[in-house]
């Protein structure tokens, strides 16, 4: 997965976003409910730094701001496949962007505000 694919292609074409990969060496933040089966599932990406990607993904109705410092741990881009399949056509989306995905369900959207340290 270290190119863009062809379904994060799509997704980006779709919402009229330039793709920015997220390479599979690098991390995201991730909430343990995204893989335990918490839905529908969240995710925004900030801006990287260092070895991650910039995304946070959770599941359900948490609310990150409101749980603790630890609410989110490092996964590896490459683990995804096996915690949250779901959320890996939107990974090429850039800085910025935020998603709601569930069964039959999608909502995309960008937010400047989380570029902003």
């Known amino acids: 997965?270290?190119?863009i694919s062809s379904e994060q292609r799509e997704v980006c074409r779709r919402l009229d976003a330039e793709p920015v990969p997220?390479?599979?060496?690098l991390k995201v933040g991730i909430a343990s409910g995204a893989k335990e089966g918490d839905r529908?599932?969240?995710?925004?990406?900030?801006?990287?730094?260092?070895?991650?990607?910039?995304?946070?993904?959770?599941g359900g109705d948490?609310?990150?701001?409101?749980?603790g410092d630890d609410f989110f741990r490092p996964l590896h881009v490459a683990h995804l496949?096996?915690?949250?399949?779901e959320i890996l056509p939107y990974l090429a989306l850039p800085p910025g962007w935020g998603v709601i995905?569930?069964?039959?369900y999608e909502d995309a959207w960008y937010?400047?505000?989380y570029l902003v340290d």
């Open 101 to 104: 995905v569930d069964t039959d």
């Open 81 to 85: 496949t096996d915690w949250c399949p």
């Open 1 to 3: 997965m270290a190119e």
């Open 40 to 58: 529908p599932i969240k995710a925004i990406r900030h801006l990287p730094r260092g070895d991650t990607t910039g995304w946070f993904i959770w």
């Open 62 to 67: 948490a609310e990150p701001a409101e749980q």
């Open 22 to 25: 997220a390479p599979p060496d």
């Open 111 to 113: 937010d400047p505000s």
